[in-house]
RNA sequence: GUGGGCGUAGCUCAACGGUUAGAGCACUGGACUGUGACUCCGGGGGCUGGGGGUUCGAAUCCCCUCGUCCACCCCA
């Protein structure tokens, strides 16, 4: 048997990176014009990082975590998100010595989880971080921001659900109020939320079993029950989202799967092809991780965005790499000449390769087609004395001699 | 972790339990020694995912296993 990949690991192909080069190149763009840095941290962290900030009982921790022992018996675990280790190294190197810190991170994760659509054992995620200000317009401004970002990279059919979670003044009482309901109801739940109703009775909210829907549809709600700081608050983010033309749905019932978030919270849906797996980024407020994770107290703002299903809204709006040209060196003088000409196109921004082959010219030409070059340049003995070629767009079968200096703007202009 | 669909050539798929498992596309040689993609003629390709069983005989039926896709749980 041949070596296949990881189960739930994949490969993403010249066909398809093409696209998320695309993706990561716009995110760059959107994200720095906004003042936000890179930050890379690593992929593995010590296991206690995340067992703190992700909470114990979730499904993360409970299930889904790549958790190993090192040989020296230390115990570690492959990021499941990334939130966690941009707040242990914001921490660690004393970052909040800054105002406030503007933070963006691309790379892969990690969840122990059967794959299906939009959904891996190795994951990528683009997110971004707002360290160290507590103001709702940073809330709204960075749901803008990656509003902006889908905007630019031509998602349809996308949708803003939004909620608060409260803070640790007002959560608490929230909760004990819910679980009293609950109590009411709970022979009307789904098994999975009667075991979960102490230690996480929030959940019920989220479900999607039609029975606990059902049940829980008179819950208090918890932009109910909010501390006036906290109403305030999300009463403010809501008009900073709607003062940038963005109508969000508020949904009392959505909670997240991570510990740390307070006050605000969001997800991005995307109608299209995703089935179930429909939210493409997601995050929130999470004021009280950094000092948890123990730096100072540090109100925070955060997103995450899924790049396997964000690939997949977005695929099939025709993005392409730029056309690639091929160059054909006829004899030895040729392929000289080509060495000072190729590096004077390149130089200009031309993308071109060179068949290296000695077949007939038959061949060749068949070959830079095969590999998919839209343009086959061609160097021969007749060509260098008039220090031209013959450059052919092999879609049309056109087929002209161009003066050297000119190939560069000719291929441009046909696209 | 639970449930379901599917595994045959590089790809998309055929083949009633019965000759040597086929086709299209792709690849490759030639017709065609400075012109691909069109046309014509030829060629290579398969432990039918793996293992076991039933049978005179298995790609086909049964069991196990692995892989994959989809859904659930949950999440980006």
């Known amino acids: 048997m041949t070596i296949t990949a990881i189960r739930g690991f994949n490969d993403i192909l010249p066909g398809e990176s093409a696209l998320w080069r695309h993706i990561e190149d716009e995110a760059v763009k959107v994200f720095s014009a906004c003042g936000f840095s890179e930050i890379r941290v690593p992929v593995a962290d010590r296991t206690e990082l995340f067992l703190r900030s992700i909470g114990e009982t979730t499904d ?20 499941p998100e990334g939130t966690a280790p941009v707040v242990r190294a914001y921490v660690e190197h004393k970052l909040y010595t ?15 989880e059967r794959p299906q659509k939009g959904r891996y054992r190795q994951f990528y995620q683009i997110g971004a971080e707002v360290l160290g200000d507590e103001s709702p317009r940073a809330d709204a401004e960075t749901i803008g921001m990656l509003v902006e970002l889908f905007r630019r990279l031509d998602v349809s059919g996308i949708t803003l659900h939004i909620n608060s979670l409260g803070c640790a003044e007002c959560r608490p009482g929230y909760k004990s109020r819910l679980k009293i309901f609950l109590q009411g109801v709970k022979e009307r739940l789904c098994e999975n939320c009667q075991r979960r109703m102490d230690a996480n009775p929030l959940r019920a909210l989220d479900c ?6 059902e049940a829980t549809e008179n819950a208090p709600r918890i932009t109910e029950h909010l501390c006036q700081p906290c109403n305030v608050h999300f009463e403010r983010v809501k008009h900073g989202l709607a003062g940038l033309n963005i109508a969000p749905n508020i949904n009392p019932r959505m909670v997240r799967g991570l510990d740390y978030y307070s006050k605000t919270t969001f997800e991005i849906t995307a109608e299209e092809s995703l089935g179930s797996q429909n939210a493409i980024a997601a995050g929130g407020r999470y004021d009280g991780l950094v000092s948890d994770l123990g730096g100072p107290a540090t109100p925070c703002f955060g997103f995450a965005i899924g790049m396997e299903r964000l690939a997949i809204v977005i695929k099939d709006k025709g993005f392409q790499e730029r056309p690639l040209a091929a160059f054909i060196a006829l004899g030895a003088a040729a392929e000289k000449k080509g060495i000072e000409l190729l590096k004077l196109w ?8 060179e068949d290296f082959s000695e077949a007939p010219l038959k061949k060749r030409m068949k070959r830079v087609d095969q590999i998919g070059a839209s343009f086959a340049v061609i160097l021969g003995e007749d060509e260098i004395k008039e220090g031209v070629v013959s450059l052919k767009d092999l879609k049309t079968a056109e087929q002209e001699k161009v003066k050297w200096e000119n190939v560069v703007q000719r291929v441009f202009k046909v696209k």
Do not use: N, Q, W
């Not at 800054?98 to 122990?112: D, E, H, N, Q």
């Not at 999607?208 to 829907?213: A, L, N, R």
């Not at 390149?346 to 390769?353: D, K, M, S, V, Y």
């Open 60 to 79: 993360i921790v409970e299930k889904e975590m790549y958790t190993f022992t090192d040989r020296h018996g230390d115990s570690l675990t492959l990021r």
């Open 208 to 213: 999607k079993s039609p029975k606990c829907i």
């Open 346 to 353: 390149r130089g200009a921004g031309l993308r071109i390769t």
């Open 98 to 112: 800054s105002p406030v810190t503007k933070l963006f991170y691309a790379g892969p994760m990690f969840r122990y």
